[in-house]
C-alpha cells in the first residue's frame, strides 16, 4: 500500500509563491504516473498538472506558466511549484499516484491566497 504525504501548503498573499511535496512511500522511479489535484470548496476535484515515469508533464490551462510540476525520484518525493499565485488557486491540494494499475491519494495540503 503506497502512502503519500503532501506538505507545502499554507496562506500567502496574491502574487506570492509556494512549493508543494509529496513524499511516497516507497520508490516512485517506477510510478507510472503522479500529479497534482486541487478541490475547492463546493467544487470538483480537477486535474493541476501530471508527470509521467519519463518525465513528460501536463499542466491545466489555469496554471500554465504559473506552476510547475516535477519528481525527485532520488528523494521518492513529487514537487509543484508554484508561482503568481491567484485567490482563485485556494483549494485543498492533492497529491496521487497510479502504481501497478492502482491509485493512489494523500490526505491534501490547504493552499489559501489572500491578502
Known amino acids: 500500500q503506497v502512502q503519500l504525504v503532501e506538505s507545502g501548503g499554507g496562506l500567502v498573499q496574491p502574487g506570492g509563491s509556494l512549493r508543494l511535496s509529496c513524499a511516497a512511500s516507497?520508490?516512485?522511479?517506477?510510478?507510472?504516473?503522479m500529479g497534482w489535484y486541487r478541490q475547492a470548496p463546493g467544487k470538483q476535484r480537477d486535474l493541476v498538472a501530471a508527470?509521467?515515469?519519463?518525465?513528460?508533464?501536463n499542466t491545466a490551462d489555469s496554471v500554465k506558466g504559473r506552476f510547475t510540476i516535477a519528481r525527485d525520484n532520488a528523494k521518492n518525493t513529487l514537487f509543484l511549484q508554484m508561482n503568481s499565485l491567484k485567490p482563485e488557486d485556494t483549494a485543498v491540494y492533492y497529491c496521487?499516484?497510479?502504481?501497478?494499475?492502482?491509485?493512489?491519494w494523500g490526505q491534501g495540503t490547504q493552499v489559501t491566497v489572500s491578502s
Open positions: 496521487h499516484a497510479v502504481h501497478r494499475y492502482s491509485g493512489y
Open positions: 508527470i509521467t515515469s519519463g518525465g513528460n508533464t
Open positions: 516507497e520508490s516512485i522511479f517506477s510510478f507510472a504516473l
